[in-house]
T-cell receptor, first 109, second 112 residues
């Protein structure tokens, strides 16, 4: 089993749609979690951290389910500019950060 | 610019040659990570440092790969006897312990 698994997509959605991504992780002792966004041929950039209580940043909502070992990202009212690859990142006890393979999102007019 | 800096941005080398990449992290960050990314894949962990100590190396990192962070500041990643399969984007990131990592723009290696 991979340490971090994501649905690779692609997800093709119309503008204004709501889309959700899930990510599962194998190490139950993992301590911190993040969602990163990566545009084509660019470096990953932090989108948001994921807190145990769940957190929201504008149109983006992240949730953590420790019992089931998954995190999710919900994007509401999708914009064309949301088109990118979304990477799930898990920080296991060793301290290194492990990335999922990414979920590709394309928002169409 | 106080972000993570990587040099060179691009490197084309002949198979069998050695290459070295440099990463300058954000100055107060104690952790430094190296990743490799190929097209359509997420970044693959290679190794990371806590200050000058190399704490973990991935199984992906063959004995042709070596990384150093001699004074706990900048880091170098060397690949000896390059192979075509080494062609990829090499990404460096830095962070404070347990917090989010910030990435450099990467070094794109092409082995011909």
């Amino acid at each position: 089993r991979k340490e971090v698994e994501q649905d690779p997509g692609p997800f093709n959605v119309p503008e204004g749609a709501t889309v959700a991504f899930n990510c599962t992780y194998s190490n139950s002792a993992s301590q911190s979690f993040f969602w990163y966004r990566q545009d084509c041929r660019k470096e990953p950039k932090l989108l948001m951290s994921v807190y145990s209580s769940g957190n929201e940043d504008g149109r983006f909502t992240a949730q953590l389910n420790r019992a089931s070992q998954y995190i999710s990202l919900l994007i509401r009212d999708s914009k064309l500019s949301d088109s990118a690859t979304y990477l799930c990142v898990v920080n296991p006890p060793g301290g290194d950060m492990r990335f999922g393979a990414g979920t590709r999102l394309t928002v169409k007019p | 610019d106080t972000g993570v800096s990587q040099n060179p941005r691009h490197k084309i080398t002949k198979r069998g040659q050695n290459v070295t990449f440099r990463c300058d992290p954000i100055s107060e960050h104690n952790r430094l990570y190296w990743y490799r990314q190929t097209l359509g894949q997420g970044p693959e962990f290679l190794t990371y440092f806590q200050n000058e100590a190399q704490l973990e190396k991935s199984r992906l990192l063959s004995d042709r790969f070596s990384a150093e962070r001699p004074k706990g500041s900048f880091s170098t990643l060397e690949i000896q006897r390059t192979e075509q399969g080494d062609s990829a984007m090499y990404l460096c990131a830095s962070s404070l312990t347990g917090l989010e990592a910030f990435f450099g723009q990467g070094t794109r290696l092409t082995v011909v």
